[in-house]
């Protein structure tokens, strides 16, 4: 517990260190106030670029606070998932190829300590980024477009938080068998088929954590769910979660210390 | 043109931009080695935008 207590230090200071704690959550941060921003001004961005006819300028309508919110998140969906797992890519491998990992490990530590602690260090740093995109995007909304439902905007914000810490799971799972960019290419890779799976079948994937990321969207436009299938949803992403831990805890082990 | 508006709306893209940009510099300045020559890296940064930022924070930084 001491100990776990320790490394969660060592990760919050090296991200500090290496400001990812600020530039991670400013990304986050532009990328949200833009959407709602360029909504808005879509016709006039349109009237410059040229070549619009004003027929068309004048069918324009400006999207739902709720419709802008749902496209904030699939951007995160894009960019946002890229930069996670881009910047969480070498946090296991780096150390493993750096000869920090066999230091720690040779003293009586326990793996999974270090991979519990990652993973909260991790967590910590994927909510503070999310959650100040989320607020800076969710306050331009509402003041630029109209009102939305708190209570909703919170729900989503908690459906799509599991699916971010999931993508996070998943880069440091791979970052503790693979060097960093292949980590990051077989992440996103797998994200990338859970949610094409999910969009084209959807009928037969209603388990599927990439649902999540549907279930934050229809949470913000205000479709009520069923509450078993977000229950379902959230407790298989939580037991993938818990499993690539334990997973990534045991390689760790063998990795570094063969014997 | 209601170009006041405007401005007050988008200033705080700019304020986070900038920000962005100087961590980066500051990052740049302080790192003893990075992937490629340094003066590269600040003509990315300060042109490149938002995205120039993240480049060099994604493959810029060698300890990253």
Redesign the interface.
Known sequence: MRSTWIFYRKEMLDMSR???L??IP??F??LG??QP?ISV?MPEILEMSGGVPPEMLSLYETPSSAMVMVQVLSQYSTMGVL?LV??GM?SVS?ERHGGTAELIMVRPISSFSIMIAKWFAQCTQLLIAFGFGYIASFYYTYQ?IGSLSWTSGLASFGLYGLWLILAMTITLLFSTILRGAGAAFVTLAILALLSLLNSLLPTWFTWSPARLSSLAAEVLIGNTLSVSSVIICCLITVGIIVVCLLSAARLLQKRVLPN | MDLSINWSLILPILILQLVLAVIGLISLYKASEVRGPKWMWVLIIIFGNMLGSILYFVIGRKDA
């Open positions: 290496s400001f990812k600020i530039w400013i990304v941060a532009i106030i833009t921003i001004f930069i881009l910047a070498n780096g630029m």
